[in-house]
């Protein structure tokens, strides 16, 4: 039902997962599951990265900064998620709406940068092996990182602050936290300029950082089948495929939300995607750099080895 102009409204419904009810508990068991497992690897791997000085490395460096992102990423969600599941409408303030929105924009912009920036690391790392320590020193690496975070708010203020000024027609939020897509279906009148806004930002946000990290990994391949032994080869590519994993992984689910036409919009697809994006790769980051990372899983044996001869 299209009610009149709301914008006054002080706060909304989220739907969450309103048609599957009777999976609410399982649900609640597998995220608050997953969000543990998501926390206790992200940290353990900022841990282990900043207590071994074999990891001082630029790349790691950048997974730190990824590690801390993804724990932060996630907590804007989850608990939103979880009190969905027991309560089922949660009523959210308009104010923690739009932090809830700044914060995920934020933080997941953040990420899409930063994953640039860290092909940006590989390419020097392959391409240009004997200039490596300069190109990438840690003035330019710190740099990357600042602008990460910049580009992450300009990005979440900017489709705040338009989006929360805009008249609404309605406070049920078909989701389970404030994204931008569901918001946009209750904006009164024609919504094509936000609809526009939504994808030119998109584009900034998450195919111009996509078009780096593509045009990197063509000069890296085109390098190391230059390169004259198939074991150096392989050292190459070993440590670039954890990060081609990551970004395929991200940019496939982000992208295929935000990049297409309004009209195209499934509230139980996006809401399927969203999970995937926002709380599954945090998940997976972790477990694919250590898993694939001989130097990260011989810092965590050190450490292993370090707790049981403590205990």
Same mark, same amino acid.
């Given at each position: 039902?299209?009610?009149?102009? #709301?914008?006054? #409204?002080?706060? *909304?419904?989220?739907?969450?997962?309103?048609?599957?009810?009777?999976?609410?508990? &399982?649900? *609640?068991?597998? #995220?608050?599951?997953?969000? $543990?497992?998501?926390?206790?690897?992200?940290?353990?791997?900022?841990?282990?990265?900043?207590?071994?000085?074999? #990891?001082?490395?630029?790349?790691?460096?950048?997974?730190?900064?990824? %590690?801390?992102?993804? $724990?932060?990423?996630?907590?804007?969600? =989850?608990?939103?998620?979880?009190?969905?599941?027991?309560?089922?409408?949660?009523?959210?303030?308009?104010?923690?709406?739009?932090?809830?929105?700044?914060?995920?924009?934020?933080?997941? /912009?953040?990420?899409? *940068?930063?994953?640039?920036?860290?092909?940006? @690391?590989?390419?020097?790392? /392959?391409?240009?092996?004997? +200039?490596?320590?300069? !190109?990438?020193?840690?003035?330019?690496?710190?740099?990357?990182?600042?602008?990460?975070? $910049?580009?992450?708010?300009?990005?979440?203020?900017? +489709?705040?602050? =338009?989006? *929360?000024?805009?008249?609404?027609?309605?406070?049920?939020?078909?989701?389970?936290?404030?994204?931008?897509?569901?918001?946009?279906?209750? &904006?009164?009148?024609?919504?094509?300029?936000?609809?526009?806004?939504?994808?030119?930002?998109?584009?900034?946000?998450?195919? %111009?950082?996509?078009?780096?990290? $593509?045009?990197?990994?063509?000069?890296?391949?085109?390098?190391?089948?230059?390169?004259?032994?198939?074991?150096?080869?392989?050292?190459?590519?070993?440590?670039? %495929?954890?990060? &081609?994993? /990551?970004?395929?992984?991200?940019?496939?689910?982000?992208?295929?939300?935000? !990049?297409?036409?309004?009209?195209?919009?499934?509230?139980?697809? @996006?809401?399927?995607?969203?999970?995937?994006?926002?709380?599954?790769?945090? &998940?997976?980051?972790?477990?694919?750099? %250590?898993?694939?990372?001989?130097?990260?899983?011989?810092?965590?044996?050190?450490?292993?080895?370090?707790?049981?001869?403590?205990?």
């Amino acid at each position: 039902m299209i009610l009149g102009n #709301l914008s006054g #409204l002080s706060e *909304f419904r989220l739907l969450g997962f309103s048609g599957i009810s009777h999976l609410h508990p &399982l649900l *609640f068991v597998v #995220l608050l599951s997953l969000y $543990i497992l998501t926390l206790m690897a992200n940290t353990v791997i900022a841990f282990t990265i900043n207590s071994d000085n074999t #990891l001082h490395t630029p790349m790691y460096f950048f997974l730190t900064q990824l %590690s801390c992102l993804d $724990i932060c990423y996630l907590s804007v969600i =989850i608990p939103t998620i979880l009190e969905n599941l027991m309560v089922g409408t949660v009523s959210i303030s308009r104010t923690r709406c739009a932090m809830q929105m700044f914060s995920f924009l934020f933080f997941g /912009v953040a990420e899409c *940068f930063l994953l640039a920036a860290m092909s940006l @690391d590989r390419y020097f790392a /392959v391409c240009y092996p004997l +200039h490596y320590t300069i !190109l990438m020193g840690s003035r330019v690496c710190r740099s990357l990182v600042a602008g990460s975070y $910049i580009c992450g708010a300009a990005v979440g203020l900017i +489709h705040t602050l =338009i989006t *929360f000024s805009s008249p609404l027609c309605g406070s049920a939020i078909d989701h389970f936290f404030c994204e931008i897509q569901p918001l946009l279906d209750l &904006l009164c009148g024609n919504t094509f300029p936000r609809e526009l806004q939504v994808i030119v930002v998109a584009v900034f946000a998450i195919l %111009s950082p996509f078009l780096l990290i $593509i045009y990197s990994y063509i000069c890296i391949i085109s390098t190391i089948l230059h390169m004259a032994s198939a074991e150096s080869q392989q050292k190459a590519f070993s440590t670039c %495929s954890s990060h &081609l994993l /990551v970004v395929t992984f991200f940019y496939g689910t982000a992208g295929s939300m935000y !990049l297409r036409p309004k009209y195209t919009y499934c509230a139980s697809v @996006d809401k399927f995607l969203s999970l995937s994006y926002s709380v599954l790769t945090p &998940l997976l980051n972790p477990i694919i750099y %250590s898993l694939r990372n001989k130097e990260v899983k011989g810092a965590l044996k050190k450490k292993w080895r370090k707790i049981n001869l403590v205990w």
